[in-house]
C-alpha cells in the first residue's frame, strides 16, 4: 500500500504540473497576428492597407528589370546568372528576376482581394474610409494585373483568397485580364483623394494616369490624350525645372504615384531586387553602350544625368557607367516612380502624334518640346507623323530610361524585334513576353503544357 | 539487486563487528597502474570489516585466518582469495576484459550492459585521449557504427553534422537529440549572422576532456523514452564523476600546431594570362584592348592561398580534481583550449569549469549537482561562397594582384593594386573586419534521489542550458561591405547582436526494481516532464562611421535597423516503461511517452510513442551451455525491438495562419506572412531493430551487428505554392522516407601479453530513399546553377542529398565545345535535359582504432573512411569556368582545355563569355570517397621512480597527429565537406569550403601526488 501513496504522490505532482502544461503549451506568439484577427475592426483597416503597399511596391523595381534588361537599356556585368540571362538575351524560366515579378504581383493581388473581401463586413468604419481603402485594393490590384499582361501574356486571374482555387488556376486571355484591368481603375475612378499625404500613396490622379498609359497601350489614341490631358491641366504637378531632381530627389514635383522606400525602410529598395545595390554596389547590370550613346545625345540634354562614369571601373567588358538612378544608401532617393508628368506628356504626344496633331499647336510637337525644354536639349521642328513616331519613342527612351518602359514600349509598337536584333545577336520574337515562372507551372497543375510559346 | 554497483553494499550493511586476527599488509597493483591501485575497497566477506587502498595501493587489515578477502574495483574484476595466514600480500587485479556488466544509463534508468535490450553504442573517454577535438560531437567521427559524423570545414568550433542511421527528415531538424547529464542541449548554430556556411557550434562549447562517456541511442526501444525528439536518435553524454576515494589531482597539457590539409593547385600569373588571353581571341575580341597584356598584367605573381593561410598554435590545458568519501563525491574541473585557425585572424577560445557533487545526506536521500560553466571568444572570418570570403577569395583572386602595397598597407577596395568586384583582397578581408562572437553556456542540473526502499526510488531533477551570444562585428572602410557596398554607404558597417537561447527542464521519476524467486526480475519507471525553451534575440546596425578609428556603433552616422524578438515553446511529457527478464534469460522491455508539444496545431498537439524490445540470452539455455561451443562463445544474445518515435523540431508557429509587422513610406502597417495549417503534426518514424550481441573466447572477441528498417511519414516539409496563391510554400506533411541499414561493431583483443594489441572497427551502410512527395513534383534544393533549377533535387525513389544535372558526355573533339546528353531529344540542351548524376550519402561509413601497449609504451592509431559518397565540386564552376568570365583564377586543370581541333580532353575550350562550356553538369561531380589516418598518437608513461622524484603519481607525455594522411580521388581541397552546414537534401557540396585541418601535437598527463 506504501507503493500506491507514492504513486498518487507522483499523480498529484503532474496534476499540480497541469496549468504550468498549459502555459508550456501554448506559449504566446510575439509579433505576429493571426488571420481571423488581421482585419476585424475599424483600427486594423491602415494597418492591412499599409501591408497591401508594401507588398505592392516590390512590382516596381521588379518591372524596371524587366522593362530595361529585358531591352536594349542595361547589360550584365557580373555573376548573378539570371542578369546575364535578360543582359545575354538567353532568358529561360527558371530565370529568378522573371519569378520575383511574377510573385511580386500575385502577392499584391492576395492583400487586394483579401480587403475587398473582408473590408465590407468590417463594422464601424466609416464611408469615407472605407471607400478609399476599396478603391486602393480596386487600383492597385488593375495595375498589377496591367503589369502582368504586357509581360507575361495571359495568366491566372486570381480575385479571392482561396488559396485551395488558386493553387489550381489557368491562365485567363489577355483580353479579358485587361478588361478586368480597367474594370478594378474604373471602380477606383473619383474615390481617391486628389491630394494624398504625399505621391508615395495613389490619389485620383495616379488612377487617371493609370487610365492614360491603359488607353495608349490599348491605342485607344482619343481616350490616352483625355486622361494625360486631365492629368497635365489638373495643376497638382509641375516638371522639375532641373531633370537631375528627377534622378537624384524622392518626391520630384512632377511625381505623381512612387514606391516609397525611405532610409529607415528597405533603402536596398527590396532585398530581393535591390536597384541601388545592382546598379551602384555590385554594378551587376550597368547600362549598354548604345544607351550611353543614346543618353549622351544632344537630344537627350540633361537627362544624360541619369547615368555616371567611373574610369576605375573601365576593364574588361564594363564600360565604366552605371545607372545613377535609385542612388546610395545614404542618400534619400531609392523611390521607384511608378507616373509622373513627363510621361504623361509622352503619352499625350504619343496619342496626337497617332491622331495626326503632329505639328502646331497642342501637338505632339508642343508636347514633347516641354520636356526638351525642361532638358536643355533643342526644340523639335516641323516633322512628318512617322518621323515623330520615331521621336516620340527616343524621347521616351532619354526621358524614362531605367524606369522601366523601353522593353513595354518597343513590344507595344510592334517595334522590338527590328530595334532588339539589332542589339543582340541572341533576340528571339519569343522574348516579347517573358516567360511562366517554372516554379508556377510546376506546382500549379492547371499551368502544366501551358508555356508561353518558344521557352 | 546485483545490478546495483558493488560499492553501495557497503555502505547499506552497517553491522558492526570487531576485527580479530593477524595483521596483514599488501599491495594491490593492475596492469596498468603497477606501482599500485589505489581505491580499491578490501572486505572481509561476509562482514562489513575492511580497507580501501591508500595513494600508492597499499592497505593494512586484521583478517582471522581461513576469511576470504574480497578485492573490487570499478573497472576490475573482482577477485577473492582465502586467507592462509601470510602477514603481506600482493594482489593483481585484472582489469574488465568484458564490458557486460557496467552500467548503462538509457534513457531515465539504468541498466547492465549485458541487459540491453535496444541498440546501444557506448564511446568511452578513453578512446578520444590525445586527439585534439574542440567539442562533444567531433569526438564521435569514426568511432561508432550508424554514425556519420561530417565537419563542414576546418574552422575551429566550426559546424558538424553528426546522423545517426541516416536522416530522416528534410525540413525539420537531422541533428540527434543531446542530453548532458539529463539535460536536452541547444546543437547547431547559435550566432545570427551567417558566415557562408562556416557556422559556429553551441556543441563546441561543451569540453570533450570532462566527458566519461557518450551513450548513442540507435534503436526505437532505447529511444522511445525521449518520444518526439528521438527520431534522429539520442545522444547521452555524461561528464565526469568523483568517486569513493583519495582526491587525486591531475594535469592533461596539449600543444600543437594547426595546419591546412591540402591547397589547391592554383595557376600563376603568366598561365593565367595566357589562358585569359585565348578565351578572349576565341571570343573574336582582341585581349590587348581588354588590358591583358603580357609582361604587364602578368607582373606580379601573387600565391594568394600562401597569404591568408597560415600554421596556427593549438594549446589546451586542464585541471581536475576528483574523490571522496562515504557521504560525498567530487569532480572539480577547469579547461582552457587555444585554436588559432589556419585562415589569418580565425581563433577559437574556450574556457571551460565543471563541478560535480553528489552528498548523501542521509541513507535515503541523496542530493548531486552537475554544473558546466563555459565561455568562448570566436574571432570569425567570412567563408565559403561569400565574395568577401577569406578562402574563397583566395582561391579565386587573380595573381596579377598584391595583397600589400609598397608601403606594406592593406590593399582596399578602389585600389588599382587589386582588382575589385566581384572579388575583395582576402588578406585585407581577414584582418580588417572585427567578427567577433562571446558565447557563454551554463548548462547545469540538481537532482534529488529518495530512497524509500531498495525496491523504490524517486528522483527528481531541475536543469537549464543556457547560451547566450553577443556578436560584435564591424567593417571598416577598407573591407567589401564596409567600404564597396553603396546600400552601406561605403564608411563602414557595424552591427551588434545578442541572442539567448535557454532550455529549462524539470522532470520526476519513480522507479520500482524487484526480483521475484532469484528468477524474475522486474523493473518499472514512470516519470513527468516538462521543458521549456526560450529564445531572444536582439540585434542593432549602423553605418556612416566618421573614420575607421570609430568601430561602435555608438559613433555611426546612422543607426536604422534594429530588432529585437522572442519565441518561446514547450514540450509536456508522460512517460512510462516496464521490463522483465526471467534468469537473464528472456529480456522483454515495453516503453510508452505521451508528448505535448507547443509547435503543433490545438488538433495534433499531443504524440503517443510505444516501444517494444525483446532479448533472447541463448547462452543461458541449458542445450547451449551443455554444449562444446559454450567454451567459445561466453555469451550470445539476440535482440528484437519496434517503436515510434517522433521529430518536432521545427521552427515555432508554423500551424497559425500570420501577418506580420511591415512598413511602407514611414508607416506601419501588417503584411501576411504564411498560411496556417491546423492540421500540422509530428514527423513519426517506425522503426524496427534486429541485433546480435555475441561475446568470445572469455570477452577477448566481442561483436553487435544490428540490421534495421526505419520508416519516417509525415515528414514535415514546406510544400511549395503557385505564387497565385500569394504564398511561395505551406507547412504541411506530406513526405515519407525511409532508411535501412546495417551496423557492425567488433572488439578484439588480439594479444594480451607484455603486448597488448586491441582493435575496435566499426562498419555502417545506411540505404536512404524518399518513398512518396506529395504532388510527386521534384523541388530543387541547393544552389542555383548554369543553365538547370539547382544542384540538389529531391525526388521519390532517389535519396536526400541526391545531385541533378547534366549529364556531361566529353568535349567535342573538332569544336572542343562541352557535349551534354541531350535527354529528351529536343535537339536542345535546357534545364528539362537534367537528370540525376549522383547523391551524397556514402554507401559505407567506419572505422578502425588499433592500441597497443607495450610496458611503459601506448600506440593508437585511427583510420575512418568514407566510401562511394559523391561530392559536388562547385567551386569549379569558377575555377574552371571554360571563359564564363575573367575575373577568377583557374585551377592547374584548365591547362588540360581543349585548344585546337583533335584535341581528345575532357575540359572544353575557354571562350569568353560562353555560358554554354560551364552549363552545370556532371562534369563537376567527384567520387569523394576517403580513407584519413584520423588519429595518431605515442605516449610513454615514465617510470615511478622518476614519477616519484618529480613528485607525481603518475605522468605519461605523448605526441599525437590528426588529419595526418589522406586517401582521396577527390580532387578538391577536401572530400569531407558541407559548405550548407547542417543540411541534409544539400549536403555534400564544396563551394570554397576551408579544407580539413592537420594538427600536430605534443602533451603531457599528469596526477598529482
Known amino acids: 500500500m506504501k507503493n500506491l501513496y507514492r504513486i498518487l504522490f507522483t499523480t498529484a505532482l503532474c496534476i499540480g504540473l497541469l496549468p504550468a502544461c498549459k502555459d508550456t503549451l501554448e506559449p504566446k506568439p510575439v509579433d505576429i497576428l493571426t488571420d481571423d484577427v488581421v482585419l476585424n475592426e475599424p483600427a486594423d483597416v491602415n494597418n492591412v492597407e499599409i501591408g497591401l503597399y508594401n507588398a505592392f511596391r516590390t512590382i516596381a523595381p521588379a518591372t524596371v528589370i524587366a522593362g530595361d534588361a529585358t531591352a536594349d537599356m542595361l547589360i550584365n556585368n557580373g555573376t548573378f546568372t539570371q542578369y546575364q540571362e535578360l543582359g545575354t538575351k538567353q532568358i529561360t524560366s527558371a530565370n529568378a528576376s522573371v519569378a520575383t515579378l511574377w510573385s511580386s504581383i500575385y502577392q499584391a493581388v492576395y492583400i487586394a482581394n483579401f480587403i475587398l473581401e473582408r473590408l465590407p463586413k468590417v463594422e464601424g468604419v466609416p464611408t469615407s474610409q472605407r471607400d478609399k481603402v476599396m478603391a486602393t485594393a480596386h487600383f492597385l490590384r488593375g495595375y498589377a494585373y496591367f503589369i502582368a499582361a504586357y509581360s507575361f501574356g495571359a495568366v491566372p486571374l486570381v480575385t479571392t483568397t482561396a488559396i485551395d482555387d488558386n493553387r489550381n488556376i489557368g491562365r485567363t486571355s489577355r483580353d479579358e485580364i485587361l478588361a478586368f484591368v480597367l474594370a478594378d481603375y474604373t471602380a477606383a475612378l473619383g474615390k481617391l483623394p486628389t491630394k494624398p499625404v504625399n505621391t508615395g500613396f495613389a490619389g485620383e490622379y495616379a488612377v487617371q494616369a493609370a487610365l492614360a498609359r491603359f488607353h495608349l497601350y490599348q491605342e485607344n489614341w482619343a481616350d490616352a490624350e483625355k486622361f494625360a490631358t486631365q492629368v497635365i491641366t489638373s495643376k497638382q504637378y509641375s516638371l522639375d525645372t532641373a531633370f537631375v531632381n528627377v534622378v537624384t530627389r524622392d518626391f520630384p514635383a512632377e511625381s505623381i504615384l512612387e514606391a516609397a522606400y525611405t532610409l529607415t525602410d528597405d533603402p536596398g529598395t527590396n532585398g530581393n531586387i535591390g536597384l541601388n545595390n545592382l546598379f551602384v554596389g555590385r554594378r551587376e547590370i550597368i547600362p549598354s553602350n548604345p544607351t550611353v550613346v543614346a543618353l549622351a545625345s544632344d537630344e537627350s540634354g540633361d537627362r544624360f544625368s541619369s547615368i555616371s562614369f567611373n574610369a576605375d571601373n573601365l576593364k574588361g567588358n564594363d564600360n565604366g557607367w552605371s545607372v545613377a538612378k535609385y542612388g546610395t544608401a545614404d542618400q534619400d532617393n531609392n523611390n521607384v516612380i511608378f507616373f509622373r508628368l513627363g510621361e504623361m506628356y509622352l503619352i499625350r504626344a504619343e496619342a496626337r502624334a497617332q491622331q495626326d496633331k503632329v505639328t502646331g499647336d497642342n501637338t505632339a510637337q508642343t508636347d514633347i518640346n516641354v520636356l526638351r525644354a525642361r532638358a536643355k536639349a533643342p526644340q523639335i521642328g516641323a516633322v512628318t507623323k512617322s518621323q515623330m513616331i520615331q521621336l516620340i519613342e527616343n524621347e521616351r527612351r532619354y526621358e524614362l530610361a531605367f524606369e522601366g518602359h523601353r522593353w513595354y514600349d518597343l513590344v507595344r509598337t510592334g517595334r522590338a524585334s527590328a530595334v532588339m536584333a539589332a542589339a543582340s545577336p541572341n533576340w528571339q520574337s519569343k522574348y516579347e513576353l517573358w516567360p511562366v515562372p517554372q516554379r508556377e507551372i510546376q506546382n500549379n497543375p492547371a499551368l502544366v503544357g501551358n508555356q508561353n510559346p518558344g521557352y | ?1009
Open chain 2, 1 to 1009: 539487486m546485483r545490478r546495483f554497483l558493488p560499492g553501495i553494499f557497503f555502505i547499506l550493511l552497517s553491522s558492526l563487528t570487531l576485527a580479530q586476527g593477524q595483521l596483514v599488509t599488501g599491495l594491490v597493483t593492475s596492469s596498468t597502474e603497477t606501482d599500485g591501485l589505489p581505491g580499491v575497497s578490501v572486505v572481509i566477506k561476509g562482514t562489513s570489516d575492511g580497507a580501501i587502498t591508500d595513494i600508492e595501493g597499499k592497505f593494512s587489515l586484521q583478517v582471522p585466518p581461513g576469511a576470504t578477502l574480497v578485492f573490487s574495483f570499478v573497472g576490475y574484476q573482482t577477485q577473492e582469495i582465502v586467507y592462509a595466514g601470510q602477514t603481506r600480500l600482493n594482489i593483481l587485479l585484472l582489469e574488465e576484459s568484458t564490458e557486460l556488466t557496467e552500467v548503462v544509463v538509457i534513457g531515465y534508468s539504468s541498466v547492465q550492459k549485458r541487459d540491453i535490450t535496444g541498440s546501444v553504442a557506448t564511446l568511452k573517454a578513453d578512446n578520444i585521449k590525445d586527439i585534439s577535438i574542440t567539442g562533444v560531437d567531433q569526438a564521435l567521427q569514426g568511432q561508432v557504427a550508424g554514425v556519420q559524423v561530417v565537419q563542414s570545414s576546418g574552422t575551429p568550433g566550426g559546424g558538424i553534422a553528426v546522423r545517426i542511421r541516416g536522416s530522416t527528415s528534410i525540413n525539420a531538424s537531422n541533428r540527434p537529440l543531446y542530453i548532458i547529464d539529463g539535460v536536452p542541449v541547444q546543437v547547431g548554430a547559435l550566432s545570427q549572422r551567417d558566415f557562408g556556411g562556416q557556422d559556429d557550434n553551441a556543441l563546441a562549447l561543451i569540453p570533450p576532456g570532462d566527458i566519461e562517456s557518450w551513450q548513442l541511442l540507435k534503436d526505437a526501444s532505447a529511444k522511445a523514452m525521449y518520444g518526439s525528439r528521438a527520431a534522429n536518435g539520442v545522444v547521452l553524454i555524461t561528464t565526469k564523476r568523483g568517486r569513493k576515494a583519495k582526491s587525486s589531482i591531475t594535469f592533461d597539457i596539449q600543444r600543437g600546431i594547426v595546419d591546412i590539409t591540402k591547397k589547391i593547385d592554383l595557376l600563376n600569373s603568366t598561365q593565367l594570362l595566357e589562358l585569359q588571353r585565348e578565351a578572349v581571341r576565341n571570343a573574336g575580341k582582341n585581349p590587348d584592348g581588354l588590358g591583358l597584356i603580357p609582361g604587364v598584367t602578368d607582373a606580379v605573381n601573387t600565391n594568394w592561398q600562401d597569404a591568408v593561410l597560415r600554421t596556427g598554435i593549438m594549446q589546451q590545458y586542464q585541471m581536475s580534481a576528483s574523490g571522496g568519501s562515504d557521504n560525498t563525491t567530487y569532480y572539480l574541473s577547469g579547461s582552457y583550449r587555444d585554436e588559432q585557425g589556419v585562415q589569418l585572424n580565425n581563433r577559437f577560445r574556450r574556457l571551460s569549469g565543471v563541478m560535480n557533487i553528489e552528498q548523501k545526506l542521509n541513507p535515503k536521500l541523496t542530493l548531486g549537482t552537475n554544473l558546466t560553466l563555459a565561455r568562448s571568444i570566436n574571432n570569425r572570418v567570412k567563408g565559403d561562397n561569400f565574395l568577401d570570403g577569406v578562402y574563397s577569395g583566395a582561391v579565386k583572386s587573380l595573381p596579377y594582384y598584391t595583397p600589400y602595397d609598397e608601403n606594406g598597407r592593406i590593399v582596399g577596395p578602389g585600389s588599382a593594386l587589386y582588382g575589385g568586384f566581384p572579388n575583395f583582397n582576402p588578406v585585407g578581408q581577414a584582418l580588417l573586419p572585427r567578427f567577433d562572437a562571446f558565447t557563454t553556456k551554463i548548462l547545469g542540473n540538481v537532482n534529488l534521489r529518495y530512497e524509500f526502499s531498495k525496491e523504490l526510488l524517486f528522483r527528481v531533477q531541475a536543469g537549464i542550458d543556457y547560451n547566450g551570444v553577443e556578436e560584435d562585428q564591424y567593417e571598416s572602410t577598407q573591407t567589401a561591405i564596409g567600404g564597396v557596398l553603396e546600400s552601406v554607404g561605403g564608411k563602414g558597417y557595424g552591427v551588434y547582436s545578442t541572442t539567448t537561447n535557454s532550455s529549462f527542464i524539470s522532470n520526476a521519476t519513480l522507479s520500482y526494481n524487484k526480483t521475484l524467486n532469484e528468477k524474475h526480475h522486474l523493473s518499472a519507471l514512470l516519470g513527468t516532464e516538462i521543458i521549456r525553451t526560450n529564445s531572444r534575440n536582439s540585434s542593432v546596425q549602423g553605418r556612416i562611421f566618421p573614420s575607421d578609428d570609430f568601430t561602435y556603433i555608438t559613433s555611426a552616422g546612422i543607426v536604422d535597423q534594429g530588432t529585437s524578438f522572442k519565441a518561446q515553446s514547450g514540450l509536456f511529457s508522460l512517460f512510462g516503461e516496464v521490463k522483465y527478464d526471467y534468469a537473464d534469460k528472456y529480456l522483454l522491455t515495453l516503453g510508452m511517452r505521451r508528448d505535448g508539444s507547443s509547435h503543433f496545431g490545438p488538433g495534433n498537439r499531443f504524440g503517443y510513442f510505444p516501444s517494444v524490445s525483446a532479448a533472447w540470452r541463448i547462452s543461458e539455455e541449458s542445450f547451449f551451455t551443455a554444449s562444446p561451443i559454450h567454451e567459445v562463445v561466453n555469451d550470445l544474445k539476440l535482440r528484437i525491438s519496434a517503436g515510434l518515435t517522433g521529430n518536432e523540431r521545427i521552427t515555432n508557429y508554423q500551424f497559425l495562419g500570420t501577418w506580420s509587422a511591415a512598413t511602407y513610406n514611414g508607416n506601419s502597417g501588417v503584411s501576411p506572412e504564411k498560411i496556417g495549417n491546423p492540421y500540422l503534426k509530428w514527423e513519426s518514424t517506425r522503426e524496427l531493430n534486429v541485433g546480435l550481441d555475441v561475446s568470445l573466447l572469455e570477452g577477448r572477441i566481442q561483436l553487435t551487428a544490428d540490421g534495421y528498417y526505419n520508416k519516417t511519414s509525415d515528414l514535415l516539409f514546406a510544400r511549395p505554392y503557385p505564387s497565385t496563391t500569394g504564398f511561395t510554400s505551406v507547412f504541411d506533411n506530406i513526405a515519407e522516407l525511409e532508411n535501412k541499414g546495417v551496423e557492425l561493431g567488433l572488439t578484439t583483443v588480439n594479444i594480451d601479453k607484455q603486448l597488448k594489441w586491441t582493435t575496435i572497427i566499426n562498419l555502417s551502410r545506411n540505404l536512404n530513399k524518399i518513398l512518396f512527395l506529395a504532388d510527386s513534383i521534384p523541388v530543387y534544393t541547393g544552389y542555383q546553377a548554369n543553365g538547370v533549377d539547382g544542384t540538389n533535387v529531391l525526388q521519390v525513389g532517389q535519396p536526400l542529398g541526391t545531385f541533378t544535372g547534366l549529364r556531361f558526355l566529353g568535349v567535342d573533339p573538332g569544336t572542343g565545345n562541352a557535349i551534354y546528353d541531350d535527354v529528351n531529344h529536343d535537339g536542345k540542351i535546357t534545364n528539362s535535359d537534367a537528370v540525376v548524376i549522383g547523391n551524397a550519402q556514402p554507401k559505407l561509413i567506419g572505422g578502425i582504432t588499433n592500441k597497443f601497449n607495450y610496458g611503459r609504451f601506448d600506440l593508437s592509431v585511427f583510420f575512418q573512411w568514407s566510401l562511394g559518397n559523391k561530392v559536388l565540386n562547385f567551386s569549379k564552376e569558377t575555377l574552371v569556368n571554360s571563359g564564363q568570365d575573367i575575373q577568377n583564377n583557374q585551377l592547374v586543370e584548365a591547362l588540360r582545355r581543349w585548344q585546337k581541333p583533335g584535341d581528345i580532353t575532357d575540359v572544353p575550350r575557354y571562350e569568353l563569355s560562353n555560358t554554354y562550356n560551364n552549363l552545370h553538369s556532371s562534369r563537376f561531380l567527384e567520387d569523394g570517397s576517403y580513407l584519413r589516418l584520423k588519429s595518431l598518437s605515442f605516449g610513454y608513461t615514465l617510470p615511478p621512480n622518476l614519477t616519484a622524484r618529480l613528485h607525481m603519481e603518475r605522468v605519461r607525455v605523448f605526441a599525437s597527429a590528426t588529419n595526418l594522411w589522406t586517401y582521396t580521388k577527390y580532387s578538391g581541397g577536401d572530400p569531407e565537406v558541407s559548405t550548407l552546414d547542417g543540411s541534409t537534401a544539400s549536403q555534400g557540396i564544396d563551394f570554397f569550403t576551408l579544407p580539413q585541418v592537420r594538427t600536430l601535437s605534443v602533451g603531457i598527463n599528469a596526477a598529482l601526488r
